[in-house]
């Protein structure tokens, strides 16, 4: 079984090497500030061994936007899943991991496309799936689609009309 | 005489037979050879994650089949494993197996597909694809007797699945069990040792090892480097540390060894599915959960080693009866994330071999 490692524990070993990059920490996640996630995602990579990056999502909160790596070791088998808030709406900044996994290449540019936030230092940061001149980013909860069937969708989701 | 050259730049695609969809290649020449590569996505976005936080979970059910529609059951199978794992749903036995019997006939139809579709980039025209259409044919029935749909197939449910298999499932899935292994001999007679396969593929599209982990491919593009890496067995789910299976892994991470992977995993998959319909039980197929049914707050990551590599959903609910936001890992996606890497160097013709061996499916890459 792939073994979690405990945010706390991890959140302890970063604060030695970086004082004050961990806003907060719990048995799942540690939560790292943003301008510090590229040196706290480095250390721990060579520390922890996390070679593998899983997967990145994006969550917009509406009053901060969320972003969550899962990151895996294959040699020992545990991942660690690090987190991190862009409280900026008109224009989050972020920066990339890219340089140290290529595989955040396309997951960044699609959080770029979908959410809007920009990852600095990432080598080719534009639309993935929807054209230039598409105005807003479908995936924040301020986007609104019509529903089929009724509805409009709002901040908070569907209101049934 | 200095000859006056220059680059040339190509698209292939998104209207190519041998895009697999709706793929698209901007690749600069220098002379025959490709000095570089950008990939256009997005001919098939329909803006399914947006869509998905408008219905509610159960309706998403559906939705996940229209991913990668060549191996529906692995998508249900990871959207319902990470809303259980939100809601903390349990599943009975009898339906932990037929879900497992299910998602290995499905990597075996998705398997057939990509090495058919794999030869037919190479040159081999639809004759290898009738074979293997032949034998997912099979599994195509064995999927409609069950419920009733051959490709999308809305199939399981939080907490078990939407139907119990019929009389004649049984007998059906054991006369294909048997006759498989039968059939991917055929296969290795046909092509295995063929000297055209061979030249076309042994050492080209050269993927080391260091670079798929550090890439985040998975799945067979993963596996042919040399990485023992099958969530099945690194990180188990659902009931996959009862059954007795290897991890097939290649050597060179070339063409070659990305086909052979779909080969060795087929048989692995067969004798997966041969120990599940030993030791299925008698009982309930589902744990009733109410179609509008709300997930307490909280967030959740699930995910199976789909045909293609680790498939993922990262589902965060608010506490209501529609899912706040719905996010799929696509492993399609990400292991063309070194396709650029892989081709460059070759000619036109290796880099539509080497696109073919990676196996996608553009529901996924586009969502």
């Given at each position: 079984?792939?073994?979690?490692?405990?945010?706390?524990?991890?959140?302890?070993?970063?604060?030695?090497?970086?004082?004050?990059?961990?806003?907060?920490?719990?048995?799942?996640?540690?939560?790292?500030?943003?301008?510090?996630?590229?040196?706290?995602?480095?250390?721990?990579?060579?520390?922890?061994?996390?070679?593998?990056?899983?997967?990145?999502?994006?969550?917009?909160?509406?009053?901060?936007?969320?972003?969550?790596?899962?990151?895996?070791?294959?040699?020992?088998?545990?991942?660690?899943?690090?987190?991190?808030?862009?409280?900026?709406?008109?224009?989050?900044?972020?920066?990339?991991?890219?340089?140290?996994?290529?595989?955040?290449?396309?997951?960044?540019?699609?959080?770029?496309?979908?959410?809007?936030?920009?990852?600095?230092?990432?080598?080719?940061?534009?639309?993935?799936?929807?054209?230039?001149?598409?105005?807003?980013?479908?995936?924040?909860?301020?986007?609104?689609?019509?529903?089929?069937?009724?509805?409009?969708?709002?901040?908070?989701?569907?209101?049934?009309? | 005489?200095?000859?006056?050259?220059?680059?040339?730049?190509?698209?292939?695609?998104p209207q190519h037979p041998s895009t697999h969809g709706v793929f698209r290649m901007?690749?600069?020449?220098?002379?025959?050879?490709?000095?570089?590569?950008?990939?256009?996505?997005?001919?098939?976005?329909?803006?399914?994650?947006?869509?998905?936080?408008?219905?509610?979970?159960?309706?998403?059910?559906?939705?996940?089949?229209?991913?990668?529609?060549?191996?529906?059951?692995?998508?249900?199978?990871?959207?319902?494993?990470?809303?259980?794992?939100?809601?903390?749903?349990?599943?009975?036995?009898?339906?932990?197996?037929?879900?497992?019997?299910?998602?290995?006939?499905?990597?075996?139809?998705?398997?057939?597909?990509?090495?058919?579709?794999?030869?037919?980039?190479?040159?081999?025209?639809?004759?290898?694809?009738?074979?293997?259409?032949?034998?997912?044919?099979?599994?195509?029935?064995?999927?409609?007797?069950?419920?009733?749909?051959?490709?999308?197939?809305?199939?399981?449910?939080?907490?078990?699945?939407?139907?119990?298999?019929?009389?004649?499932?049984?007998?059906?899935?054991?006369?294909?069990?048997?006759?498989?292994?039968?059939?991917?001999?055929?296969?290795?007679?046909?092509?295995?040792?063929?000297?055209?396969?061979?030249?076309?593929?042994?050492?080209?599209?050269?993927?080391?090892?260091?670079?798929?982990?550090?890439?985040?491919?998975?799945?067979?593009?993963?596996?042919?480097?040399?990485?023992?890496?099958?969530?099945?067995?690194?990180?188990?789910?659902?009931?996959?540390?009862?059954?007795?299976?290897?991890?097939?892994?290649?050597?060179?991470?070339?063409?070659?060894?990305?086909?052979?992977?779909?080969?060795?995993?087929?048989?692995?998959?067969?004798?997966?599915?041969?120990?599940?319909?030993?030791?299925?039980?008698?009982?309930?197929?589902?744990?009733?959960?109410?179609?509008?049914?709300?997930?307490?707050?909280?967030?959740?990551?699930?995910?199976?080693?789909?045909?293609k590599g680790e498939l993922g959903f990262f589902i965060v609910s608010d506490g209501?009866?529609?899912?706040?936001?719905?996010?799929?890992?696509?492993?399609?996606?990400?292991?063309?994330?070194?396709?650029?890497?892989?081709?460059?160097?070759?000619?036109?013709?290796?880099?539509?071999?080497?696109?073919?061996?990676?196996?996608?499916?553009?529901?996924?890459?586009?969502?």
């Amino acid at each position: 079984m792939t073994k979690p490692l405990s945010g706390s524990d991890i959140a302890q070993q970063i604060g030695d090497q970086f004082p004050d990059a961990v806003t907060d920490s719990n048995e799942t996640a540690v939560f790292v500030r943003s301008e510090a996630l590229l040196d706290v995602a480095g250390f721990l990579k060579e520390s922890l061994d996390l070679n593998y990056l899983n997967n990145i999502t994006a969550v917009d909160y509406t009053d901060y936007f969320e972003l969550t790596y899962l990151f895996t070791s294959l040699a020992s088998n545990h991942s660690l899943v690090i987190k991190t808030r862009c409280e900026e709406r008109d224009n989050p900044r972020v920066p990339s991991v890219v340089s140290l996994w290529q595989g955040a290449d396309f997951q960044e540019r699609e959080i770029y496309d979908l959410l809007g936030i920009s990852f600095d230092g990432h080598p080719n940061m534009k639309r993935i799936f929807l054209w230039d001149g598409f105005q807003g980013y479908p995936l924040r909860k301020d986007f609104i689609i019509d529903v089929p069937g009724g509805g409009k969708a709002t901040k908070q989701g569907v209101n049934d009309a | 005489m200095t000859l006056n050259t220059e680059q040339v730049i190509i698209n292939i695609g998104p209207q190519h037979p041998s895009t697999h969809g709706v793929f698209r290649m901007r690749v600069t020449f220098d002379g025959e050879v490709i000095i570089d590569m950008e990939p256009v996505f997005g001919y098939l976005h329909r803006g399914i994650e947006k869509l998905a936080e408008h219905k509610t979970y159960v309706q998403n059910i559906p939705f996940t089949d229209r991913l990668d529609y060549l191996a529906a059951m692995s998508n249900n199978f990871a959207y319902v494993l990470a809303v259980e794992k939100l809601a903390g749903i349990e599943v009975p036995e009898r339906a932990e197996y037929i879900r497992i019997i299910m998602a290995e006939l499905m990597r075996i139809s998705s398997h057939l597909m990509g090495v058919g579709f794999f030869l037919n980039d190479m040159g081999a025209f639809m004759t290898p694809v009738l074979y293997m259409l032949r034998e997912r044919e099979k599994i195509l029935d064995l999927f409609e007797m069950a419920c009733g749909q051959r490709l999308t197939y809305n199939y399981m449910r939080f907490g078990g699945v939407s139907h119990d298999i019929p009389g004649e499932f049984m007998p059906a899935l054991k006369r294909f069990i048997d006759e498989m292994p039968g059939y991917i001999d055929e296969y290795d007679q046909l092509i295995a040792e063929n000297e055209i396969v061979l030249a076309r593929t042994k050492g080209i599209g050269i993927l080391s090892a260091d670079q798929a982990i550090n890439a985040s491919t998975a799945g067979p593009v993963l596996r042919a480097t040399g990485v023992k890496w099958d969530l099945r067995k690194a990180d188990p789910y659902s009931i996959y540390d009862r059954f007795d299976f290897d991890v097939p892994t290649g050597t060179n991470g070339d063409n070659y060894d990305r086909y052979r992977m779909k080969i060795e995993e087929m048989k692995q998959s067969v004798r997966i599915v041969k120990q599940a319909m030993e030791q299925l039980p008698q009982g309930e197929i589902c744990t009733r959960v109410s179609p509008t049914f709300k997930p307490p707050k909280g967030e959740a990551y699930g995910r199976v080693e789909g045909p293609k590599g680790e498939l993922g959903f990262f589902i965060v609910s608010d506490g209501s009866a529609k899912p706040y936001r719905f996010k799929v890992r696509p492993p399609a996606l990400l292991n063309l994330t070194v396709l650029r890497e892989m081709i460059i160097g070759w000619k036109l013709a290796d880099a539509i071999v080497t696109f073919g061996s990676i196996d996608i499916c553009m529901g996924e890459v586009d969502r």
